[in-house]
């Protein structure tokens, strides 16, 4: 496993936490996070920061196949191009403001990945 900064565990947290604050007060994000998917922040900022650590460092705590639930939100409201934009765009800005150490161009990357191949198989999964 490649080294990483000591500090960067609490960056990915802090970087969610921010992330997450972003979102929920964005007019186009909001509605879906709150009102279509109904997250329970106390429940939710855990599993998403233990998913970016597993994807970023290799941690093994989360353990989710994360295409089912956003499967069920897009079966709610089908997540337009406008809201993987959006997202993009909150976690490009974010991640200025809260640079994840030696990992932060990887997680430009990730986000990116994430976002297209969620695109590509939320489509699929509807024709």
């Known amino acids: 496993m490649q080294r990483t900064d000591p500090d960067v565990r609490e960056?990915?947290?802090?970087?969610?936490d921010a992330f997450y604050e972003r979102m929920l007060a964005d007019p186009l994000l909001a509605p879906l996070f709150i009102e279509v998917a109904r997250i329970e922040l106390a429940e939710h900022l855990p599993r998403i920061k233990a998913y970016w650590r597993k994807m970023l460092l290799g941690d093994s705590e989360y353990q989710r196949h994360m295409m089912r639930k956003h499967r069920e939100v897009d079966a709610r409201q089908v997540f337009a191009d406008e809201h993987y934009q959006r997202w993009l765009f909150l976690f490009e800005e974010t991640l200025a403001k809260h640079p994840?150490?030696?990992?932060?161009?990887?997680?430009?990357?990730?986000a990116r990945r994430v976002a297209g191949n969620m695109r590509q198989n939320l489509k699929r999964f509807r024709a």
């Open 11 to 16: 960056q990915i947290d802090a970087f969610v």
């Open 100 to 110: 994840l150490g030696v990992k932060t161009d990887s997680a430009s990357e990730l």
